[in-house]
């Protein structure tokens, strides 16, 4: 009887739970509904014999039922039951418990049991997938933090300077010599370059009884050429060094300019002074033999006429000194 | 609010009448700049006159950076996590050495001082036999001393932002055998590929051209199929003989990640995961003047790392390229730690004679560098270039794939950049 007034006031008058859809549809926000529509049948506040299945927040899936015979303590209404974790025997469980109930009900109750578990198998599984596959996503950063570190970012590429370290790297690098004895990055004058500056800076220094420098390598080549007087090949000048033979350069270029050479040293040991000029001009011209082989392409002849003087005048010095020393 | 240059925002009177103070300000302000001028052509002038002058000028007003001010932990420990500059590190402790052995010396100097009061006292001849061995004894070992001490290892060299990776330690060795290893492979394999359901093909595939004999591999697109976790992809690789996974991680269609999972040699299980996060990703395409790759092993230049584990960092990065560079390639590809941002560039140099107008090449403190005078190294940018900042190591592969205690070996975490001058490359 109760029921049924309480059913007239919530349909007819106004109910907390309900929810009308544009559509005309009627929905019960009710937790304890069992559909969750709004109906006579599945309304939990206007039926006093009412049962619904439930899952707890851990995943426990509960039955609970409301009796007449507790009608009258509100609190104590719903009579929570523990499910089997086994859809089977849960299904059994309900079957039992909702004996006497009306078919509706046990049918409703059975449906969501049926959805819920499938639902919690379908969560475990994904979770499993993930766990599998590891590739959480990264919550997002703080924008404050993030902020900071942008700001932090530009500041530390203005003082990275990059450019001007990579080439100071570089220019270390092949001053020390880390790319070998003719490098295959640099070009042959600039390695020249580097080689001659280091020899006069000191750090670098000609050993006398090896073979190292390129320039000390020709002056010695010269000096045994006069002193035994034989001809030699092109390919003894570059005694130790690999030779880089281009296109360009013809076979009869090459004995000419020996020649040319040859002719003009034995002038040259007499008067070291006056010949100064000659014996830098010949070995501008072997340099620039040496520059066309050892290059990747042509070039013109390239004097760099005070560099060659200088250094001519302190290996003829050498030279002197050491004549004055062999008794 | 507080601050005030001196002599021109603050007036020396003060005046109601808004019109002469303005004249007031206005004259203050001449007053100033025309002092200021005065100084530096008078400076200028005798500097001309004195170079020394200037030099000791610049020396003297160095500007405060925060790379100057940079602290370091004060601990005599070489872990992963501290924050010590290796160099200074192992020269303190050469030092130590060496002033230990200073004061054996001395205790043995003192020693042999008392054993020949001793020796008078006996009887002539056994004191003599005896005195002579000691004597030799404790020549020999000052002779050893001396020898040692003359012998010590050459000092550590001035600050170069190249990084020495023989500093490493031998606890960072011994925690990472493979990758310190001795013989590593002399072109490593390396597989890139993606996080699941990415769109950054291009990027990696970019990446994957920056990297030299590597492969790019997507990731399974479709909904049904079986998705390989990162783990399983790094053992089949391992099995099909690659040295190191590379993984870039995607956030909204960007690279948002960069996981470097070495994979060691047949007996040992996949080593060391380091994760970077990725930002200012720019493709070559949007660079200016850009040039093209070609496929040349790259020379690589690891600038500025100092702690452990900056130098675990260096080290990563070392065995992803093939150990001897092309030279004839002429291309560079750089990673340079400034202030624990990693910044990547490729270039392609050219060594070139210095224009007219061009300076000679200066090293960190300031100097010129002798002789590479007018020689200058011309630059053309390649490829992409990004920023990377280190995140994490993990013991093995990625966070899941590591166990035990020390299965995340540094991770970055918020509260370490609270100090602005603390930093952990």
């Given at each position: 009887m109760s029921d049924e007034i309480v059913w007239q006031i919530i349909n007819q008058q106004f109910c907390a739970f309900k929810l009308k859809t544009i559509k005309g549809n009627n929905f019960c926000r009710?937790?304890?509904?069992?559909?969750?529509l709004c109906n006579r049948q599945s309304c939990p506040l206007a039926n006093s014999r009412y049962a619904t299945v439930r899952t707890s927040p851990k995943g426990t899936i509960y039955l609970y039922i409301k009796t007449i015979e507790r009608s009258h303590m509100p609190s104590k209404w719903w009579e929570k039951i523990k499910l089997s974790a086994n859809y089977q025997e849960a299904l059994a469980q309900i079957e039992e418990r909702l004996q006497y109930f009306p078919k509706f009900l046990l049918h409703k109750c059975k449906q969501r049991l049926t959805r819920l578990v499938q639902v919690a198998t379908r969560m475990r599984k994904i979770a499993a997938e993930e766990a599998r596959l590891g590739?959480?996503?990264?919550p997002k950063m703080a924008p404050k933090i993030k902020h900071r570190e942008e700001a932090r970012e530009r500041k530390a590429l203005a003082a990275a300077k990059l450019e001007r370290s990579i080439e100071r790297e570089l220019l270390e690098r092949l001053r020390q010599g880390?790319?070998?004895?003719?490098?295959?990055?640099?070009n042959a004058n600039i390695w020249k370059k580097v080689l001659n500056a280091l020899e006069n800076e000191g750090e670098g220094s000609r050993d006398?009884?090896?073979?190292?420098g390129i320039e000390d390598e020709e002056d010695e080549d010269e000096e045994e050429k006069e002193l035994e007087l034989e001809e030699e090949d092109a390919e003894s000048e570059l005694d130790g060094q690999v030779e880089y033979i281009s296109d360009f350069d013809e076979s009869d270029e090459d004995l000419a300019d020996i020649e040319d050479w040859l002719g003009s040293e034995e002038d040259d040991h007499a008067d070291d002074d006056d010949d100064d000029e000659d014996s830098s001009e010949d070995d501008d011209e072997a340099t620039k033999k040496k520059a066309k082989a050892g290059d990747k392409r042509k070039r013109g002849k390239v004097t760099k006429m005070k560099g060659k003087k200088r250094k001519e005048i302190e290996v003829e010095s050498e030279r002197e000194t050491n004549k004055l020393l062999a008794f | 609010m507080g601050f005030s240059k001196p002599g021109s925002v603050s007036l020396s009177q003060k005046t109601g009448n808004k019109l002469r103070r303005k004249q007031m300000y206005i004259e203050d302000k001449k007053a100033a700049n025309k002092e200021r001028h005065e100084e530096r052509h008078r400076r200028r002038k005798e500097e001309a006159k004195d170079p020394e002058l200037r030099r000791e000028r610049l020396e003297k007003n160095q500007p405060a950076s925060l790379d100057k001010k940079r602290i370091w932990d004060d601990v005599d420990d070489d872990s992963l996590g501290t924050v010590v500059d290796l160099a200074q590190l192992k020269r303190r402790r050469l030092e130590k050495a060496e002033a230990a052995a200073a004061a054996e010396a001395d205790a043995v100097g003192n020693e042999e001082v008392e054993e020949d009061d001793d020796e008078d006292a006996d009887s002539m001849l056994d004191s003599d036999e005896d005195m002579e061995s000691d004597d030799e004894a404790a020549e020999e070992k000052k002779e050893k001393l001396r020898r040692q001490r003359a012998a010590r290892t050459p000092s550590i060299a001035p600050s170069?932002?190249?990084?020495?990776?023989?500093?490493?330690?031998d606890s960072l060795t011994d925690q990472f055998k493979h990758l310190f290893?001795?013989?590593?492979?002399?072109i490593p394999k390396i597989l890139v590929t993606t996080s699941l359901?990415?769109?950054i093909h291009k990027e990696a595939q970019e990446i994957a051209a920056m990297l030299p004999n590597s492969t790019y591999i997507r990731r399974s697109?479709?909904?049904?199929a079986h998705k390989y976790s990162v783990r399983e992809i790094a053992k089949f690789a391992k099995n099909r003989g690659y040295n190191a996974l590379v993984v870039v991680m995607e956030d909204q269609k960007r690279p948002h990640q960069l996981l470097v999972i070495h994979l060691n040699s047949?007996?040992?299980?996949p080593g060391p995961t380091l994760t970077y996060s990725i930002r200012g990703y720019m493709p070559g395409?949007?660079?200016?003047?850009h040039g093209n790759a070609t496929n040349h092993y790259p020379e690589l230049l690891l600038n500025g790392f100092k702690t452990p584990l900056g130098l675990l960092a260096a080290k990563s990065m070392n065995t992803?390229?093939?150990?001897?560079?092309?030279?004839?390639?002429?291309q560079v590809l750089t990673l340079h730690n400034q202030r624990d941002y990693i910044f990547v560039r490729r270039h392609r140099y050219v060594f070139r004679e210095a224009r007219p107008t061009e300076k000679n090449v200066v090293d960190a403190e300031g100097k010129e560098m002798a002789g590479v005078k007018g020689i200058r190294a011309g630059l053309q940018e390649l490829g992409p270039r990004m920023t990377l900042k280190l995140r994490r190591v993990d013991k093995g592969v990625g966070r899941a794939g590591s166990e035990g205690d020390?299965?995340?070996k540094w991770e970055w975490k918020a509260k370490m950049e609270k100090k602005r001058t603390r930093f952990n490359l």
């Open positions: 009710n937790e304890y509904s069992v559909s969750g590739e959480k996503l990264v880390a790319y070998g004895d003719q490098p295959l990055n640099c006398k009884d090896m073979d190292t | 170069t932002t190249s990084t020495n990776l023989d500093l490493t330690p290893a001795d013989e590593l492979p002399p359901n990415a769109t697109a479709h909904v049904h047949e007996d040992a299980a395409k949007a660079l200016l003047g992803l390229f093939p150990a001897q560079p092309e030279l004839q390639g002429r020390d299965a995340t």
